[in-house]
C-alpha cells in the first residue's frame, strides 16, 4: 500500500519492470530542481495488426524523468488497466476506444455474441491523458468514470477506480483544479436516471492524515443544467477563481441516443456519438464557490467555438476576466486528430488543417453585476481590456472578446501557468505548446497583458506541452523553469527533457536518451 515506507532499493527493483534509459546531459540542471516528470500519453497504436485510428486511442503509457543533483533517469510503463492487459491477452483491441470500436469476440458462439449487441459497451480505463495528484495519491486519468492510481515512484498499476461508486457523474475531466490545502475540484457530465441532464462540479476532499480515502468523502457541489437536453456538450477542462466557478457551454454535443444506445450492432466509438450544434453558439456559466449555487440569471453567449483548455480565470473590480483556448467554429476539432491525418505527408497535413476551426487564444469578461436598465450598453469597465459584455432585451448578456494570441492555424495550446502561484489570480505569464497546423513544433510564452511573445523552437524537434516549475522561494511570477519532453526524430539521441529558463526562453539543459519518446499529453512535476 503507498502508505509503507518503501525504502529507495525497494522502490529501484520494483521500477525493474519498467524500461529504464540514462540521459546524456548538456547544460547545467539548476541543483534545485529535484522531483521527479510524470507525464501520460498514447504508446501503442495497434494491437495484433489492428490500429488504433485516433490519437486518444493508444494503450497509456506512463513517463518518469528523475532530476537528481543534476542527474536524470528516464523511465516508462505501460499502465496495466484492463483495456491493456485484456488486449495483450487476447492478442487483439477487446475494449472499445475514443476513434476505434472494439469487435465482438471472435471465438464467441453467435448466441453470446447476439447477447453481447444488446449489453452496453465496456467503457474504457484507458488512462493516457493526465496524472494527477488526490490526497497522497496519483491518479492517471482519461475522462471516463474509471481512473487508476498508480505508484508515481515505482509506476506500478495499483488500482482501477469507478467513479461512479463515489459520485452521479458518467465521467469526469482530465483537467481538475487543486487548491493548496489539496482540495481538488472537477466537472464532468451527468446523463442522470430521468435523463435530469447536467454538468457536475464535485468535490474531493485533501488527505485527513489516516487511513482513509478522500474519494469516499467527495460530493457534487453544483449542478449547471444542460442548454439542450438530451445532447450535453463536450466539457474538457473549466475555470475555478478565488470565488467562482466557470464553465463554457461549446457547441460540440454528445449524442445520448447514440452515446446510451447499443453500439456492437455499429461498430461505433466513441467520436461517433459528438454532433455540432448549429445555432446555440457558445454559453458561458457561473457559479459561485462557497456557498456553490449555480448564477442561473447570468446568461452569456458568445459566438461559436470549441474549447478544451482554459489558460486562467480571475475577479477583477466586479468582473470575472476568463483567458481561453479556442478554435473558432463548431466543427469538432478533434475530427482533425486522426491518426491517418497526423502520419500523412506535410502538404497533406497542411490542407487537412486549412479545413479545420482556426485557433485563437481569447480573454471574455464577464460582469456579475447586471442591472436591466443598462441594455445595449457595453457592461464592461475594465480599463485594459477591449472585452466587451452587452446585456440584451431577452436578458441574456452577449460577448465579445480581446483577442490575445491568432495567428494562421498557428495555436497557442496545452497552456501552462505558475499554477500554485497565479491559478484564479491576476497573472501576466502563460506558456503554452505552439501547435503549427496541429503539428507541435515551438513552445511560446504569452504575455497576457502586453501581448508580448517569446518562442523556443528548433529544427525537427517536436516539443510536448511546458510545465512550468517554479524556483523554490521565488516571488516574480515567471521565475522557474520549463520542462517539455521533446522528439529529434533520425538524431542519434532522439529523446530529450528540455529545461528552460521561464522568464527568457532560453535554454539550461537537456538530458538526452537514446529512444524515441511517443507523445505525451498532460502531466504533473512532483517534487
Ligand atoms: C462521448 C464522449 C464521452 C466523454 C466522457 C463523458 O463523460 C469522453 O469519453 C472519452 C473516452 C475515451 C477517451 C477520451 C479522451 O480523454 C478524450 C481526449 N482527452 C474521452
Ligand atoms: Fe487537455
Known amino acids: 500500500h503507498p502508505g509503507q515506507v518503501t525504502s529507495l532499493s525497494q522502490v529501484s527493483d520494483r521500477l525493474k519492470n519498467s524500461r529504464m534509459f540514462h540521459s546524456m546531459c548538456a547544460g547545467v540542471i539548476p541543483s534545485w530542481l529535484g522531483g521527479s516528470l510524470l507525464r501520460m500519453g498514447p504508446g501503442q497504436f495497434e494491437v495484433g495488426g489492428e490500429p488504433f485510428n485516433h490519437l486518444f486511442d493508444g494503450q497509456a503509457l506512463i513517463h518518469k524523468f528523475d532530476l537528481k543533483n543534476g542527474q536524470v533517469t528516464y523511465y516508462r510503463r505501460f499502465i496495466r488497466t484492463d483495456a491493456y492487459v485484456r488486449a495483450m491477452t487476447e492478442n487483439r483491441v477487446v475494449i472499445t476506444e475514443f476513434g476505434t470500436a472494439a469487435y465482438p469476440d471472435p471465438c464467441k458462439n453467435i448466441f453470446s455474441r447476439f447477447f453481447t449487441y444488446f449489453k452496453g459497451?465496456?467503457?474504457?480505463?484507458?488512462?493516457?491523458?493526465?496524472?494527477?495528484?488526490?490526497?497522497?495519491?496519483?491518479?492517471?486519468?482519461?475522462?471516463?468514470?474509471?481512473?487508476?492510481?498508480v505508484d508515481p515512484d515505482s509506476l506500478e498499476t495499483l488500482k482501477k477506480v469507478d467513479l461512479c461508486k463515489y459520485l452521479s457523474v458518467n465521467g469526469v475531466t482530465a483537467h481538475p483544479h487543486t487548491e493548496a490545502?489539496?482540495?481538488?475540484?472537477?466537472?464532468?457530465?451527468?446523463?442522470?436516471?430521468?435523463?435530469?441532464?447536467?454538468?457536475?462540479?464535485?468535490?474531493?476532499?485533501?488527505?485527513?492524515?489516516?487511513?482513509?480515502?478522500?474519494?469516499?468523502?467527495?460530493?457534487?457541489?453544483?449542478?449547471?443544467?444542460s442548454s439542450e437536453r438530451l445532447k450535453p456538450s463536450y466539457v474538457h477542462s473549466f475555470g475555478m477563481t478565488d470565488n467562482y466557478f466557470v464553465f463554457v457551454e461549446q457547441p460540440v454535443k454528445i449524442n445520448l441516443l447514440k452515446f446510451l444506445s447499443a453500439w456492437s450492432i455499429r461498430g461505433a466509438s466513441y467520436m461517433d456519438c459528438f454532433e455540432s450544434?448549429?445555432?446555440?453558439?457558445?454559453?458561458?456559466?457561473?457559479?459561485?464557490?462557497?456557498?456553490?449555487?449555480?448564477?442561473?440569471?447570468?446568461?452569456?453567449?458568445?459566438?461559436?467555438f470549441n474549447l478544451f483548455h482554459h489558460i486562467n480565470s480571475y475577479e477583477d473590480q466586479g468582473f470575472i476576466v476568463v483567458d481561453l483556448c479556442t478554435w473558432k467554429g463548431h466543427d469538432f476539432v478533434y475530427n482533425y486528430l486522426y491518426l491517418a491525418n497526423v502520419k500523412e505527408e506535410w502538404e497533406e497535413v497542411k490542407k487537412a488543417a486549412t479545413r479545420a476551426p482556426q485557433p485563437e487564444v481569447r480573454r471574455y469578461?464577464?460582469?456579475?453585476?447586471?442591472?436591466?436598465e443598462e441594455q445595449g450598453k457595453n457592461l464592461v469597465s475594465l480599463s485594459y481590456t477591449t472585452a466587451t459584455a452587452v446585456l440584451h432585451s431577452?436578458?441574456?448578456?452577449?460577448?465579445?472578446?480581446?483577442?490575445?494570441?491568432?495567428?494562421p492555424r498557428q495555436a497557442f495550446e496545452f497552456p501552462q501557468i505558475n499554477y500554485s502561484q497565479r491559478r484564479g489570480k491576476e497573472y501576466s505569464f502563460a506558456y503554452g505548446l505552439g501547435l503549427?497546423?496541429?503539428?507541435?513544433?515551438k513552445i511560446v510564452k504569452l504575455n497576457v497583458q502586453t501581448k508580448e511573445t517569446w518562442v523556443w523552437q528548433e529544427e525537427d524537434c517536436y516539443p510536448s506541452e511546458p510545465l512550468f516549475v517554479?524556483?523554490?522561494?521565488?516571488?516574480?511570477?515567471?521565475d522557474g523553469v520549463l520542462l517539455s519532453i521533446v522528439v529529434k526524430p533520425g538524431a542519434e539521441r532522439p529523446g530529450f527533457l528540455l529545461v528552460l529558463d521561464a522568464m527568457k526562453l532560453t535554454e539550461l539543459s537537456r538530458a538526452e536518451v537514446n529512444t524515441i519518446i511517443p507523445v505525451t499529453l498532460h502531466g504533473v512535476y512532483k517534487p
Open 470 to 478: 517554479p524556483t523554490p522561494g521565488a516571488t516574480e511570477e515567471d
Open 436 to 441: 503549427n497546423h496541429f503539428i507541435p513544433d
Open 394 to 407: 431577452d436578458g441574456t448578456i452577449w460577448l465579445e472578446p480581446e483577442v490575445l494570441f491568432s495567428g
Open 365 to 372: 469578461v464577464l460582469p456579475l453585476d447586471i442591472h436591466r
Open 121 to 149: 459497451i465496456e467503457v474504457t480505463d484507458n488512462c493516457l491523458v493526465n496524472i494527477y495528484p488526490i490526497g497522497e495519491d496519483f491518479y492517471a486519468v482519461t475522462e471516463t468514470n474509471y481512473i487508476t492510481k
Open 277 to 304: 450544434n448549429y445555432s446555440m453558439g457558445t454559453w458561458f456559466h457561473l457559479a459561485t464557490k462557497d456557498p456553490a449555487a449555480y448564477m442561473s440569471s447570468h446568461k452569456f453567449r458568445a459566438s461559436a
Open 181 to 225: 490545502d489539496g482540495t481538488v475540484y472537477n466537472i464532468g457530465n451527468c446523463f442522470g436516471k430521468n435523463m435530469s441532464l447536467a454538468y457536475n462540479i464535485v468535490k474531493i476532499p485533501p488527505a485527513q492524515g489516516d487511513e482513509s480515502e478522500p474519494l469516499e468523502k467527495s460530493k457534487v457541489v453544483v449542478q449547471i443544467p
